[in-house]
């Protein structure tokens, strides 16, 4: 059974950093897409970044753009998120995700519903 299982939550002060990490087990990470979506209180759960499987691009919402980056360690199978220069507007559960139909060029990936497979979240919280 495929596990998402997500990490590196926290408080950090705004401008600080942190780094999620997504730990995949029963799954080949380098196979599928891989994306970071975020949902804070009473709002939509929204996407944060993708990395592509078949040609290693990724793509950033343009709130996170300059700030945020996504990467893989195939050898640990773990996709991370770096999150520099954090906001409190960047406060909620993240959550990591992948899409086991595998890709396909014409799904857009920040969008929620291009995902099959769901971690349970990490919090993060940037104090105003």
């Known amino acids: 059974q495929v596990q998402l299982v997500e990490s590196g939550g926290g408080l950090v002060q705004p401008g600080g950093s942190l780094k999620l990490s997504c730990a995949v087990s029963?799954?080949?990470?380098?196979?599928?897409?891989f994306g970071w979506f975020r949902q804070a209180p009473g709002k939509e759960r929204e996407g944060v970044s993708y990395?592509?499987?078949?040609?290693?691009?990724?793509a950033y919402a343009d709130s996170v753009k300059g700030r945020f980056t996504i990467s893989k360690n195939l050898a640990k199978n773990t996709v991370y998120l770096q999150m520099n220069s954090l906001k409190p507007e960047d406060t909620a559960v993240y959550y990591c995700?992948?899409?086991?139909?595998?890709?396909?060029?014409?799904?857009?990936?920040?969008?929620?519903?291009?995902?099959?497979?769901w971690g349970q979240g990490t919090q993060v919280t940037v104090p105003s």
């Open positions: 995700a992948t899409d086991l139909r595998g890709t396909r060029s014409y799904r857009n990936y920040l969008l929620p519903h291009n995902y099959d497979s």
């Open positions: 990395i592509n499987n078949v040609d290693g691009s990724t």
């Open positions: 029963e799954l080949t990470l380098d196979y599928y897409t």
